[in-house]
């Protein structure tokens, strides 16, 4: 006899993110039924069991718990008036993207009016780590609903925490963000001074891996560095500016001076005018590469 399937929920929006969730959703036995307005991307999600629906408010009609993972708020605008203007049975909407606060409460206030709930679930990782659910979910909203919810957090992510109020979720992705910005341009200007120094790429990988100058940001963004290949995006240089923003903006607006993120900055934009747009954010380590005079063979 074939195993019941549980769920089913919804996934709107299949991209890096939101097409991890799904994957991993199937596999841990749930029943996922899932959006995204890229028909290539309905197709791979389709192939590995994913029930494509038509239309936002065709996931909400079928799934009572819909995970959104959108990539600018826009788009989480438009699938929240959707959904509410749908007229449909009470929903949980998972919010998962990483937007301004303003843009989250908005969207909260939509769906509420139309007798949703809706939680604020940004998660930390990069792509590379939710394909393995080496996720963390930063929880915040209705505590009944996120409790409720545990074990399909817990498909496709190996931790969630509850941090209490709506909107909470996204002040700690900002937080955790903030590292991940400084750490990678860190690790890439560890990474051009030990080739500039004549240092082997693999070795200094090895050896910073294994000592007190480590971090989760290098382990997971200096073996590109080292192969000097960006192609295989988990966050790209172009999503990326839309994070960095939502940061800078909030920072600003709370009066708190962040120096090491500002500093940043200009590497970033410098990615992105150098044709990086579309490569992950570890292309930082070529345009410091090409301010240090560093000429690998590229590839």
Not at 11 to 20: S, Y
Not at 231 to 249: H, N, P, R, Y
């Amino acid at each position: 006899m074939a195993r019941r399937k549980k769920g089913p929920v919804g996934v709107i929006g299949l991209g890096i993110m939101g097409g991890a969730f799904a994957k991993n959703l199937v596999s841990a036995g749930w029943r996922v039924i899932g959006y995204d307005i890229d028909v290539g991307r309905r197709r791979a999600l389709a192939r590995v069991g994913v029930e494509i629906a038509p239309s936002p408010a065709a996931v909400a009609a079928t799934a009572a718990v819909v995970i959104t993972s959108l990539p600018n708020p826009q788009a989480l605008h438009d699938v929240a008036a959707e959904i509410a203007a749908a007229k449909l049975r009470k929903i949980v909407l998972v919010e998962a993207s990483t937007f301004t606060l303003e843009d989250k409460v908005a969207a909260e206030r939509t769906l509420k009016r139309a007798g949703h709930t809706v939680l604020d679930c940004p998660v930390s990782g990069t792509g590379a780590q939710a394909k393995t659910g080496d996720l963390v979910v930063y929880a915040s909203g209705e505590s009944a609903a996120i409790k409720k919810l545990r074990p399909m957090f817990l498909s496709f992510a190996r931790a969630v925490d509850d941090l209490g109020a709506y909107g909470n979720g996204s002040r700690m992705k900002y937080v955790a963000n903030l590292l991940v910005a400084i750490h990678n341009v860190a690790s890439a200007e560890a990474m051009v001074l030990g080739i500039k120094a004549g240092l082997p790429p693999q070795r200094i990988f090895d050896l910073v891996r294994s000592g007190a100058g480590n971090s989760r940001v290098f382990e997971l963004r200096a073996p590109m560095m080292v192969k000097d290949d960006y192609e295989d995006a988990t966050m790209k240089i172009k999503v990326w500016q839309k994070d960095l923003d939502v940061i800078g903006s909030y920072a600003a607006k709370i009066g708190c001076p962040t120096p090491l993120m500002s500093a940043t900055l200009p590497i970033y934009a410098a990615a992105m005018a150098t044709g990086h747009a579309m490569h992950d954010t570890a292309a930082v380590c070529a345009v410091l590469e090409s301010m240090a005079g560093v000429r690998r063979k590229r590839k």
